[in-house]
Nanobody, 124 residues
């Protein structure tokens, strides 16, 4: 059974940084794509970043490109989201997701497995 466990959220002032982690377990993720999404209250879940586990190919949402960095540690089966220059509009619950089809996707419906989420709050 696939399990995705996020950690690293918290309260940070505008301009600050956080690093989110997503520990994946339950199977080999070599051919998977791992994504980060976020959802603010009253808004739809939106794509943040994704990485193809095998090749390291990456895609970012325009809103975070240049500020966020997605990476993975094969030995730890963990995906990270380094978030710098945080803005109040980055405030949301952040979710890790896994797509077994192995294609970089920005649509939440394409992902097969989800973590429970971790809250990020950026104060102004």
């Amino acid at each position: 059974q696939v399990q995705l466990v996020e950690s690293g959220g918290g309260l940070v002032p505008a301009g600050g940084s956080l690093r989110l982690s997503c520990a994946a377990s339950g199977r080999t993720f070599r051919n998977y794509v791992m994504g980060w999404f976020r959802q603010a209250p009253g808004k739809e879940r939106e794509f943040v970043a994704a990485i193809k586990w095998s090749s390291g190919s990456i895609h970012y949402a325009d809103s975070v490109r240049g500020r966020f960095t997605i990476s993975r540690d094969n030995a730890k089966s963990t995906v990270y989201l380094q978030m710098n220059s945080l803005k109040p509009e980055d405030t949301a619950a952040y979710y890790c997701a896994a797509d077994r089809k192995g294609v970089l996707q920005v649509y939440a419906d394409s992902y097969d497995y989800w973590g429970q989420g971790t809250q990020v709050t950026v104060s102004s």
